[in-house]
Every structure is written in structure tokens, then in C-alpha cells.
């Protein structure tokens, strides 16, 4: 009997951000390991970190598509470590392996996963953004932000 593939959600913001972003990235990622769902981000600090950590605290599962050729890159809440050797380009990867996106806060690396997601016809949900994007939704907080990924992705809508 074939199992059913888990959603993936995929969290994207910057490498190296405030406590306060860490908190909302921490917060984003215990919801959506209560909803079942993959974390798939980038793998490395910052945001993804935080993100990784509030899933694997809540008993969730974590990718990260790492930019390098090393695992050892990853952070310490990566279950599953994808090796591009691909630098930013990885992040055509996260954007096309999500079912949908939640960006909090971010830099241009975000910013360019956002518009690869939204090309790709994904749901990006924002948090914290800086940017108004047309196509992507803004969420006021952590679970409204996964509610409505989730929501959006039910409703197949980007």
C-alpha cells in the first residue's frame, strides 16, 4: 500500500536575524509540525535554524537544502541534509520542493525565493516582511501564517 507524501512546507528568511524573528521563525515551525507537515528550508541559521528547531521541539521532520557540498553545514535540528553545491541557486530548490512557502522577515536571498515561489504557482505566505509582493498573502502571526498556508494550499490557490 502506497503511503501518503507529507506536505511541505517550506520556511524562508535570513541567515543571521533578531531574537525577536528567531522567535516568530521558532513559532512557525511548531505549527507546522502539529499539522503533520515537512519543514523544508535552507538549513542553516537564522531563520531556518529557529524555524528547524520549533519543529523538531514539537516532534516534527526537517529538511534542509544546504547551499554547499558539506552536511556538516547544516544546523543541529536538520534531520534529512540536501547537498546542492549550488550556492543561492539552491533556492529555485526549496521554492520548487515546497507545497507552499511562509517567508519571515528576510533579505534578498527571501526575496528571490519568494518570486521563484510565486512564479512556480506556490502559496507564500508573509510574516514580518518588509516587502508588499503582489500574489503572496500577509499573515499577522506564526499560526495565522500556517493556517493560511495550509488553507490557501486546500483552496489551490497562490
Known sequence: MKQAIRTQIGVIGASICSRE?????????????????????????GVMEAAARGAKLEGGMTTGILPGTLREEANPWIDVAVLSGMGHARNALIAQSSDALIAVDGEYGTLSEIALGLKMGKPVVLLESKWKIKGAESAKGPLEAVELAFRLLKEGKN
Open 21 to 45: 524573528t528567531e522567535a516568530l521563525a521558532e513559532a512557525v515551525g511548531r505549527e507546522i509540525a502539529k499539522k503533520g507537515a515537512v519543514l523544508l528550508c535552507g538549513g542553516l541559521g
